[in-house]
């Protein structure tokens, strides 16, 4: 079911879903989080796909803001907002919106805010009434991130912000951004890509003999931010020299080669649309597995489970990041 309210206020949103709650004989005390997601026109739908499957394992209630194309322009001053009121004082409210239910909204409900004037400057108080009371609140931007998500209007109300910086127009620049602004409540998805890698990582070096490490290398596309952070980890973890390789045509982390006494530890996926990676220890038969490539749904899911500090991944983009890039 999907519903347009167009030019309309945050009091008849609320009402709305009401009524559809007690139509359906549900409650919004069922939904465990509330998602806010800052997006454009052009990934709205993208990120409202990834968001529905995510919470059919986390049902919430989704909220994305997508300013209309020239949206700040448009309206003058009718977008202004008045102190804790998000309704335009004006005949025009300045404010589009959709609300999808059912099967359109996973197990949950999907409620997007087209705001235009001045209130897209004011998105947080367009949101607070709409928040599921008493569960947590996360922000997820999808491709651009603000260079501090803790001071963005929606990053500041919530308790766990997701920015995927491998998705960004400078994936480099971006990550430079959020490490210069960190925070414990951050996490980038390009992290999160790595959760299989380094799982499988740990357990092979969890097998005997408990041999020291002595070199690394990590080999993939350039430029790849995955990539680099998996070395940084290696780098900070082990305490070791690691080096990075530039695989011509390949699109994701190829291979972890782990050099000790007794030879070379390796973990290799030259194909990532293939799945299939190649466990080879020294001494014993070389092991395949299936290793596919993460999804972006995979990867919501998991950090909208955690709701936690990753430390791991703030050491990782602190001191991990600068024993791999020290002139950066």
Same mark, same amino acid.
């Given at each position: 079911?999907?519903?347009?309210?167009?030019?309309?206020?945050?009091?008849?949103?609320?009402?709305?879903?009401?009524?559809?709650?007690?139509?359906?004989?549900?409650?919004?005390?069922?939904?465990?989080?509330?998602?806010?997601?800052?997006?454009?026109?052009?990934?709205?739908?993208?990120?409202?796909?990834?968001?529905?499957?995510?919470?059919?394992?986390?049902?919430?209630?989704?909220?994305?803001?997508?300013?209309?194309?020239?949206?700040?322009?448009?309206?003058?001053?009718?977008?202004?907002?008045?102190?804790?009121?998000?309704?335009?004082?004006?005949?025009?409210?300045?404010?589009?919106?959709?609300?999808?239910?059912?099967?359109?909204?996973?197990?949950?409900?999907?409620?997007?805010?087209?705001?235009?004037?001045?209130?897209?400057?004011?998105?947080?108080?367009?949101?607070?009434?709409?928040?599921?009371?008493?569960?947590?609140?996360?922000?997820?931007?999808?491709?651009?991130?603000?260079?501090?998500?803790?001071?963005?209007?929606?990053?500041?109300?919530?308790?766990?912000?997701?920015?995927?910086?491998?998705?960004?127009?400078?994936?480099?620049?971006?990550?430079?951004?959020?490490?210069?602004?960190?925070?414990?409540?951050?996490?980038?998805?390009?992290?999160?890509?790595?959760?299989?890698?380094?799982?499988?990582?740990? /357990?092979?070096? @969890?097998? $005997?003999?408990?041999?020291?490490?002595?070199? !690394?290398?990590? %080999?993939?596309?350039? *430029?790849? &931010?995955?990539?680099?952070?998996?070395?940084?980890?290696?780098?900070?973890?082990?305490?070791?020299?690691? /080096?990075?390789? @530039?695989? $011509?045509?390949?699109?994701?982390?190829?291979? !972890?080669?782990? %050099?000790?006494?007794? *030879?070379? &530890?390796?973990?290799?996926?030259?194909?990532?649309?293939?799945?299939?990676?190649?466990?080879?220890?020294?001494?014993?038969?070389?092991?395949?597995?299936?290793?596919?490539?993460?999804?972006?749904?995979?990867?919501?899911?998991?950090?909208?489970?955690?709701?936690?500090?990753?430390?791991?991944?703030?050491?990782?983009?602190?001191?991990?990041?600068?024993?791999?890039?020290?002139?950066?």
């Amino acid at each position: 079911m999907i519903i347009d309210m167009p030019n309309t206020r945050t009091r008849e949103i609320s009402r709305k879903i009401d009524e559809l709650h007690e139509e359906r004989g549900e409650s919004a005390t069922g939904r465990v989080l509330t998602l806010l997601i800052s997006t454009n026109e052009d990934e709205l739908e993208h990120a409202l796909e990834l968001a529905n499957a995510a919470s059919r394992e986390h049902p919430c209630r989704v909220i994305a803001i997508s300013p209309k194309r020239g949206a700040a322009a448009a309206g003058g001053q009718k977008g202004a907002v008045a102190e804790n009121d998000a309704d335009a004082q004006d005949e025009e409210s300045n404010l589009d919106a959709q609300v999808r239910f059912g099967a359109d909204a996973g197990a949950g409900e999907i409620i997007v805010l087209h705001p235009r004037g001045g209130l897209v400057h004011h998105q947080d108080t367009l949101v607070i009434p709409l928040l599921v009371p008493d569960a947590p609140v996360v922000a997820w931007w999808p491709t651009e991130a603000p260079a501090n998500p803790s001071k963005d209007l929606l990053g500041a109300m919530a308790r766990t912000r997701i920015t995927d910086a491998m998705r960004s127009s400078n994936p480099y620049r971006t990550i430079a951004d959020l490490r210069r602004n960190r925070s414990s409540k951050n996490v980038d998805l390009s992290w999160t890509r790595l959760t299989v890698w380094r799982a499988m990582l740990a /357990t092979m070096l @969890d097998q $005997p003999p408990h041999l020291p490490i002595s070199t !690394v290398r990590v %080999t993939g596309p350039k *430029g790849f &931010l995955p990539m680099d952070m998996l070395a940084a980890w290696l780098r900070l973890r082990l305490n070791v020299p690691v /080096t990075v390789e @530039d695989v $011509p045509g390949a699109t994701a982390v190829t291979g !972890v080669y782990l %050099t000790r006494s007794d *030879g070379v &530890l390796s973990l290799e996926r030259p194909d990532a649309d293939g799945g299939v990676a190649v466990i080879s220890m020294p001494g014993a038969s070389p092991q395949t597995i299936s290793v596919p490539a993460r999804t972006l749904e995979e990867c919501l899911s998991e950090e909208l489970r955690r709701l936690n500090p990753d430390e791991v991944y703030a050491e990782v983009i602190t001191e991990g990041w600068d024993l791999i890039h020290p002139t950066d």
